[in-house]
């Protein structure tokens, strides 16, 4: 019995060796893109100004060691609005917020070009799935959270 066993373990070994792990959170699974944080209700009132509209932010984060591509991949709330990523890349180690607002995209920042608030202030998810619909991650808060969500 215990030849079996040592069998066993040593097959399991092995499978773990050519695979990676055996459990593995979604974003690890996903190359290491998750959402960081998010702040869902900018400071102030909201008055729909630019300003407010870019205080209201989603910032994900590359925890691998390499470069990875984010193109045509969404970034959406629970109402289906969303922002489809153009064809860029979040390198190694970094971290790219997108804005609610309108702005000039730069390497850490992408503007959705929107005129109103996408982030319930109450409570919201955001999701980040691949261009194909497979889940990246996802970040949910509620009232219970101030303003913002380390995620």
Excluded at 25 to 32: E, V
Excluded at 68 to 96: C, E, Q, R
């Amino acid at each position: 019995m215990r030849i079996r066993a040592a069998l066993a373990l040593s097959a399991l070994a092995g499978a773990m060796a050519l695979t990676g792990t055996v459990l593995s959170t979604p974003a690890q699974a996903a190359g290491g893109v998750v959402i960081h944080h998010v702040w869902f209700d900018s400071p102030g009132s909201d008055t729909g100004s630019n300003t407010s509209l870019n205080s209201e932010w989603v910032e994900i984060k590359n925890t691998s060691r390499s470069a990875i591509s984010l193109k045509g991949w969404v970034l959406k709330d629970k109402a289906n609005h969303k922002y489809v990523f153009p064809n860029v890349k979040i390198g190694a180690g970094k971290t790219m917020k997108v804005k609610t607002g309108v702005g000039r995209d730069t390497a850490s920042n992408k503007y959705q070009d929107r005129g109103w608030y996408v982030w319930n202030n109450t409570s919201d998810t955001a999701t980040l799935t691949k261009a194909s619909g497979a889940k990246v991650d996802s970040c949910s808060w509620t009232t219970r959270d101030p303003s913002d969500k380390w995620c």
